[in-house]
């Protein structure tokens, strides 16, 4: 079966600091992945995805790059974190565009 | 703007039918209806999908009117771990890749 893995769950950073999640799917080949972004109380916002290795789509312009250096692995980074890139931050893969979307657990970024 | 509308918030008995109602009155024709539900501090799960017939899976029935303006997901037996979040989505754009998730429906099923 498939999994998905994201880390860490919680994570606190400062103003200014760089940042880097990291999500990985198991048990499939050549996923879509998505990440998505959860403001507090608010619906899910599609940050980027890829269709595969080293091509990423970004939805909104931001402060947040992704990057895919493996099939199955997709990494979503920041050089400098703002105040306003707290959230909740999902990790999700399909087997193709318009199949269900599967989230991972999520990690919830707070920056202080 | 968002492209489906939900009611804020839905109360219902464990052990009854939970009917959970979405519009999406400009659904393009090659646009699926999806549905997913949150549990606090969870990803979401998914639960079904359809495009224009009825669907009925281990977890739900998604019912799509004919003109495709609404859609209907039914719990059939709720229970108390089906308290979550429920989502209605509409994919749109013509990559299919683009999901709006809004703010959705607060499911409370009370003992």
């Known amino acids: 079966s498939q999994t998905i893995h994201q880390w860490p769950a919680t994570l606190v950073q400062p103003v200014g600091s760089p940042l880097s999640l990291e999500c990985t799917v198991e048990g499939t080949s050549n996923p879509n992945l998505y990440w998505y972004r959860q403001a507090a109380g608010r619906g899910l916002q599609l940050l980027f995805y890829?269709?595969?290795?080293?091509?990423i789509s970004s939805e909104v312009p931001q402060n947040l790059s992704a990057s895919r250096p493996q099939d199955r692995q997709f990494i979503l980074s920041s050089k400098k974190l703002l105040l306003s890139d707290s959230g909740f931050y999902l990790c999700a893969w399909s087997y193709g565009t318009f199949q269900p979307q599967h989230f991972g657990d999520g990690t919830r970024l707070s920056i202080l | 703007d968002a492209k489906t509308t939900q009611p804020t918030s839905m109360d219902c008995a464990e052990g009854r039918a939970a009917n959970l109602p979405c519009n999406h009155s400009?659904?393009?024709?090659?646009?699926?209806v999806y549905w997913y539900r949150q549990i606090h501090s969870q990803g979401p799960q998914y639960i079904i999908h359809g495009l224009k017939n009825n669907e009925t899976n281990e977890m739900a029935s998604l019912i799509i009117t004919e003109d495709r303006k609404s859609s209907t997901l039914i719990l059939p037996h709720a229970t108390l771990r089906d308290t979550a979040v429920y989502y209605c989505?509409?994919?749109?754009?013509?990559?299919?890749?683009?999901?709006?998730f809004g703010t959705g429906t607060s499911l409370t099923v009370i003992p």
């Open positions: 890829s269709v595969g290795i080293g091509q």
């Open positions: 989505i509409v994919r749109v754009g013509n990559t299919g890749n683009q999901f709006y």
């Open positions: 400009t659904i393009s024709g090659n646009e699926y």
